[in-house]
C-alpha cells in the first residue's frame, strides 16, 4: 500500500477514535473530555435551523455543563460514520446517533430516547485531529426534561453537496490486500 493510502486509512481511524472518545466522555458526564475534542474556534450546533449555534470553545463549555448538570447516566451508540476528505487537514463525516439519558429527578422526568445524525467537520492540528464543528439533526427525541423533537433531520439535506467518494486506491493501484 502507498504512503498515501496508509495515511488516510489513519486518518479516518483517528477521526473515528475522536468522535467515540466526545461519546464516551458524554456518558462519563466529562466535560472537559468532550470539549477536549474541539477547536478553539469550534461551532456546536445542535438544532438543525442553527438557531442555538455556540462559537468557541467556552460557549461550548457552558453549554455542555448546563446540559450535562442534570444527566445521571447515559449511553451513547454512534455508527454508519462516512468521511470525506476535503484536501490532507480537512475531512467531513456522517454518523448516526442514537442515545439514552437518565436525568435528576427519575422516575418524574422521563428517560431521553434520542435518534440524529451527526453531520461534523475535522480537522488537522499541531495536536492532531480535532473537531471544528459539530451539527445534531434530530430525528426523533422523546423524553427527558424538554419538549420532544420530531422530524427535524427531514428538512435537512441528507448529505449537503456529497457524492459517494471513490476510494483513494484504484483497481490499477489495488494489490489485492486492500479491502475494498
Not at 91 to 119: C, I, K
Not at 151 to 164: D, H, I, K, N
Request: charged share 25%; proline share 4%.
Amino acid at each position: 500500500m502507498t504512503t498515501a493510502i496508509v495515511r488516510e486509512l489513519a486518518d479516518r481511524e483517528a477521526i473515528r477514535s475522536l468522535k467515540f472518545f466526545y461519546a464516551r466522555c458524554a456518558d462519563a458526564v466529562d466535560v472537559d473530555g468532550m470539549l477536549s475534542v474541539f477547536t478553539d474556534d469550534c461551532v456546536v450546533n445542535f438544532r438543525a435551523d442553527r438557531s442555538d449555534e455556540r462559537r468557541g470553545r467556552e460557549a461550548a463549555r457552558d453549554f455542555f455543563a448546563t446540559a450535562q448538570s442534570v444527566v445521571v447516566s447515559s449511553s451513547h451508540h454512534l455508527s454508519n460514520m462516512d468521511i470525506v476528505f476535503h484536501g490532507l487537514d480537512r475531512a467531513a463525516m456522517h454518523s448516526v446517533l442514537y442515545s439514552w439519558q437518565r436525568f435528576t429527578g427519575y422516575p418524574d422526568v422521563a428517560d431521553r430516547h434520542r435518534w440524529a445524525r451527526y453531520e461534523d467537520v475535522f480537522v488537522r492540528t499541531a495536536d492532531g485531529w480535532r473537531q471544528s464543528e459539530l451539527l445534531c439533526l434530530v430525528a426523533g427525541e422523546i423524553g427527558g426534561p424538554t419538549e420532544p423533537r420530531l422530524g427535524e433531520v427531514l428538512a435537512a439535506p441528507t448529505w449537503p453537496g456529497r457524492s459517494w467518494p471513490a476510494p483513494t486506491w484504484t483497481a490499477a493501484t489495488w494489490t489485492g490486500t486492500e479491502r475494498p
